[in-house]
């Protein structure tokens, strides 16, 4: 496990608290009463099995689902004059391999207010070179977007939420699709960006094998928080092999 490498505690905006958050679908609820703390410079990994509604927990602190309880970016006591920056991965989006946009006209999209098909100015294509060098992909600049692997697709979606550089860096399932190689090397650039740039992380995952080496905190949820602690804790806990491993379970 990582040590989180300066000392702040929770006074900078990279913390995310949440207090007894529920949402609901019509009468139902999806999650409830989820209390969870993810630290300044965390790399934290919710997990669950499918339908947990772990998903719906991203979507609310994104500000994309309503919910009740309390979601906030800073320790009790604490506040900050503008809130913090987040940064988001999507699941992978399917494209089209036919498709003719590269990743320098993905940038341009997302970044320029020029269209894209005049093509990047020279200051644009440098930014955009600047912003795929953090996670080791300039080579990837001048490919189609449907042709990149799965772990160079990663690559390219972890550069454009890094820009602006954020204070908490959410990923949803960042390893699906991507091969074991690619999952080491995923998971040490996430390991590099947070020390980097000293920000918090927080991503869903159903890949375990990794989460000792990496994670600070491992948040198991079924509706609601079943358990959570260090990686070893959680994944060796009767709790995990109860959903996991009972008849029927999927990740």
Known sequence: ??????????????????QNVSVKAGN?????DITM???????????????AGKSTVLKAILGQREYD?????????????????????????????????????????????RPAFLGLGKAMRQKVLECLARVHGTDLIDKRI??????????V???????PMPNILILDEPLSGV?????????????????????????????????????DQVVLIDGCVIDQGTPEAVLSGDAFFRIFYRKGAQQ
């Open 1 to 18: 496990m990582s040590p989180i490498p300066h000392g702040k505690g929770c006074n900078s905006a990279c913390c995310l608290r949440l």
């Open 28 to 32: 139902d609820y999806i999650v409830s």
């Open 37 to 51: 703390h993810v630290h300044c410079g965390e790399m934290v990994a919710l997990i669950g099995p499918n339908g």
């Open 69 to 113: 309880g309390v979601i906030a970016f800073s320790a009790p006591g604490i506040r900050h004059r503008r809130a913090p920056r987040i940064g988001y991965v999507p699941q992978s989006p399917a494209f089209d391999p036919s498709d003719p946009v590269s990743v320098a006209d993905l940038f341009a999209c997302c970044m320029s207010k």
């Open 146 to 155: 449907g042709t990149l692997s799965g772990g160079e697709l990663q690559r």
């Open 157 to 163: 979606l972890l550069a454009l939420a890094l820009e």
């Open 179 to 215: 091969d074991t190689t690619g999952n080491t090397e995923l998971m040490d650039m996430l390991d590099e960006i947070r020390h980097t740039y000293d920000l918090s992380i927080l991503m869903t995952t159903h890949d375990f094998g990794l989460l000792s080496r990496y994670a």
